[in-house]
């Protein structure tokens, strides 16, 4: 009788996987190595200065996860390509969640995010993909939009062995041990860095004349991995400290200013580089050329918002970008950010009343306090007199996922500046779902669950019937 092999956990092949990307990214852009570990070491350091901070990460179960948090970014350019990673991320317990439109912001790409869902899942590995789709109808010339889609059509950039581990997922409902690994080797072509061009010089440059973006995604065999994110608990150290280790920095941290209680995400990176690539003339003969997509980005992140949360996040930071009137750059940081300072000080900076203002999700904790004897008595305690009598304690929900704004000023200012500042014709999530092969996960239903699941486990540890907000 044959045994079958017991299957992976998706969380298990996605730790792998996640490892063997940052491993490939280190060895194609050695900068990245020294980014994480000048990340490690502002990490150690901050921990150290910062008591509060670690039993925040140790209460919450982040400090395991903290030095293997990643996040990635690619970029393909059909519906086919699309839908099929939606089916090799599945593999890896990952799904689509949150829609992104970055075209208002200059950049013809609208977007997703691939990742866990729940929390326990998260804890093991929080790896995940920012996924965009470029948006062919941006091209504004006819005949060069048709030529994109007619370049498109002749690549593949799944390896044969790849689909077919897919699909025996999809069948069996799981992979065993030999074919993960397969499965991360041959994943690992479809993100491989590949210095040749499939088009000539004279048509990079047309692509690249309409967008750096439309260039990057058409004119090459796969969606290279653009940048690998590791997690910093003091972005403004890192990027004072960048310069000093031959790390040049982006003008601008993207995101909220620095605050004492960190919300959202706030991102930064190195310069993307300038990297040799080879064309093929129309005669057949080998140009050398330059192209420049891949970066180090880092971020750090702080309190999932609310509904409401967002809301006001959004109009301080609109706020402030009214009062500034251009674009942030190296020319006007200094002044944005104090602009950006003030602007937030509307927004409240601890924790209780974030809470208490329902601006941020939470989740709950029971203490140590026993009970004794007043297992009875507290069972019409409202969670907030739970709180105030030292049986529960709160810790911010962490933010999983990413701000359009942050993502669109990451790539434009990598990219260069001299593209367009926004295209004409409306987002469609609808049409994203239509090409992904299925609808995106409302991020905020996410924090709401998992924040629920946390005081439920409280009412289980003290024996109440129930407990809600």
């Given amino acids: 009788m044959i045994t079958a092999l017991p299957f992976v956990h998706p969380d298990e092949i996605r730790a792998r996987f996640s490892s063997a990307m940052s491993n490939m990214y280190q060895t194609e852009v050695p900068l990245y190595s020294d980014l994480l570990q000048l990340v490690a070491e502002t990490n150690n350091q901050t921990m150290e200065q910062s008591p509060e901070l670690t039993r925040h990460l140790l209460r919450t179960g982040e400090i395991e996860r903290l030095n293997m948090e990643r996040h990635g970014a690619i970029r393909v350019g059909t519906a086919a ?58 091209i504004e010339r006819p005949e060069m939009r048709q030529q994109a889609v007619d370049i498109l059509a002749k690549r593949n950039i799944f390896t044969p062995r790849l689909i077919e581990l897919i699909v025996k997922h999809e069948t069996a409902g799981g992979l065993a041990d030999n074919d993960t690994a397969d499965f991360i080797t041959e994943s690992l072509e479809t993100f491989r860095w590949h210095n040749q061009a499939t088009v000539s010089v004279e048509i990079y440059q047309q692509l690249h004349d309409q967008h750096r973006l439309i260039a990057d995604v058409v004119a090459f065999k796969g969606p290279h991995i653009n940048h690998l994110t590791p997690r910093t608990l003091n972005i403004d150290a890192v990027q004072a400290a960048m310069p000093k280790h031959n790390i040049p920095p982006k003008a601008v941290i993207e995101g909220p200013p ?212």
């Fill in 258 to 469: 620095p605050r004492h209680c960190p919300i959202l995400l706030r991102q930064t990176s190195f310069k993307a580089l300038e990297e040799k690539v080879a064309f093929v003339s129309s005669d057949g003969q080998i140009i050398q050329g330059n192209h420049t997509a891949r970066f180090g980005e880092i971020e750090q992140r702080g309190a999932a918002l609310t509904a409401k949360g967002r809301n006001l996040y959004d109009r301080l930071l609109q706020a402030a970008q009214d009062q500034l009137q251009t674009p942030a750059n190296e020319e006007n940081a200094a002044q944005y950010m104090a602009i950006l300072s003030e602007k937030f000080s509307q927004f409240p900076d601890n924790y209780p009343a974030m809470r208490a203002e329902k601006l941020a999700f939470f989740r709950y904790f029971p203490t140590e306090k026993k009970l004794g004897g007043s297992a009875t008595s507290i069972q019409n305690l409202t969670l907030d007199e739970l709180i105030g009598a030292g049986f529960i304690q709160f810790e911010p929900l962490v933010y999983e996922d990413f701000l359009p704004v942050s993502a669109a000023g990451i790539f434009q200012s990598n990219l260069g500046d001299k593209g367009q500042n926004h295209f004409a014709g409306h987002s469609s999530k609808q049409d994203f779902q239509r090409d992904l092969g299925a609808d995106v996960v409302d991020e905020l239903q996410l924090y709401e669950k998992t924040q629920q699941r946390s005081l439920t486990a409280c009412a289980a540890a003290l024996k109440l019937t129930s407990l809600s907000l």
């Fill in 81 to 138: 390509e699309l839908a099929t990673l939606r089916r090799l991320f599945a593999v890896m317990g990952m799904v689509p969640v949150g829609y992104y439109d970055l075209a208002p912001a200059g950049v013809p790409v609208h977007s997703t995010a691939f990742r866990a869902v729940h929390e326990a899942s998260l804890q093991i590995c929080p790896f995940r993909i920012f996924t965009s789709l470029l948006r062919l109808e941006l």
